[in-house]
């Protein structure tokens, strides 16, 4: 039997954008449900860098002493590799920031969206995990998500955290809906127009860790090759993450010249031998677990003030990860609508006329901030795959580095989108301007966890 729970708004993904946004809602006296696919801790395709100019929200969210104490070593100087060359320059300092917070560090995805849904529990959301979305249906003001539990993982992992008896499917209803799911997983009635559309030039993610490796910790290479991008850097338990993206066409032809060998172990041979820094950082080094691989990425901004439900995180719009700033932007992005949201307002409108006020009012603040990033990461991945290309920008940055620093700059690594008085209204919790009780049925409540320290977890 299909059972129906009413909430002040139904967050879709568990990531740092949801659960950042769950965090906010809840402390001001919302009613939250969010609903995540996956157990965690789980790996993720995803870079791992935390910008210097999010430890304010660390901070507020109360995860800024764990993060202190867990991530890997600042971030000081970036890397431009391309074959057998390379250029470094100095990371910029976080404007305002003290020089213990002045540069960003690296932590492992498995840790960092643990802690924030831990946040989020500790705040009173209702968390449905492993759940996936079937239909959304409905308008602002009055919308209906069926859910359905998902017996396995993406991993093809049974889940056994739920009860038997416990229901495998239910409807949420709520006046707020907020879409934080990745770019490649796309609401209902997205699926089956983008599974259809397969082009050469798709861009495919592929992540492995590796123990024992030879990187400067306080080094952020980012490395050029025919036909794709990527990444290096070491994080939490001095792991070091080796992050790409790779053509269709590129990566179809490295499969072809390493037969026997899986997707990610033939993006692995190509890396070694395209880029020297990659070879001589993984000499001697042991990977730990295996290559994760997903796409295609779909960069671009998908958020438009018409919206009939707001988006945050890469749900809202998604750069190349050559600049490392998907965390910023989710996690920033969430904070954007929640400042917008939990403005005064929202019981003296109609709810539609309210929504759209704040729709038009979150997607400009959005584009003023993130659109010049999705820019400046386009044309920098589009210069890094073409050889000829690279190669000029490499002769560029060789007699002037400087423009990897204000490169850096200009990719949002020095300031935050969410200003000081926001920031510090958003992270003491406004109060709640709602006149009635929360919209949960009586026979199911809404489940509110007791307050309590966030714990590190370790890498698996």
Known sequence: MMSTQRFDAIIIGAGPAGASAAILLA????????????????????????????LPLLQALGLYPAFAATAGPQLRQVALMQGDRTVSADLPVA???????????ALGRETLDTWLLDGARAAGVQVLQPWLVQAIAGAAGDYRCDIRRNQTTSQGI??????????????LQAPVLIAAHGSWEHLPARRAARRGR?????????KANFAN???DGGVLPVLAFKGGYGGMVVADQSV???????????????????????????VERLLRRECVGVALALQGAERQGAWLASGPIDPGIRLHASDTLFRIGNAAGEAHPIIGEGISMAMQSAWLLCAELLKPGRESLPHAVWQQQVQVRYARQW???????????????????????????????????SLLTHGARWGGKVDCAVGPEALAWLGAGKPSTRTGPAYVTPEQPTMRAEPGAINPITRT
């Open 27 to 54: 402390r001001a006296g919302w009613s939250v449900v969010l609903v995540e696919k996956q157990n965690f801790p789980r790996r993720k395709v995803c870079g791992e860098c935390l910008a210097a100019s999010n």
């Open 95 to 105: 404007r305002g920031a003290l020089p213990a917070d002045a540069w960003g560090r």
């Open 158 to 171: 049974a889940d056994h955290t739920a009860m038997p008896d416990a229901p495998h499917s239910a409807t």
């Open 198 to 206: 397969r082009r050469p030039s798709d861009l495919f993610a592929f």
């Open 213 to 215: 490796a030879n990187l």
């Open 240 to 266: 070091t993450t080796l992050a790409c993206c790779i053509r269709q066409d590129r990566l179809d032809a490295c499969r072809r010249e390493a037969p026997g060998f899986g997707a990610g172990e033939s």
């Open 367 to 401: 584009r003023s901030h993130f659109a010049p990033r999705l820019r400046l990461a386009a044309g920098f991945a589009h210069l890094a795959m073409r050889p000829a290309l690279a190669a000029a920008l490499m002769a560029v940055v060789r007699r002037w580095p």
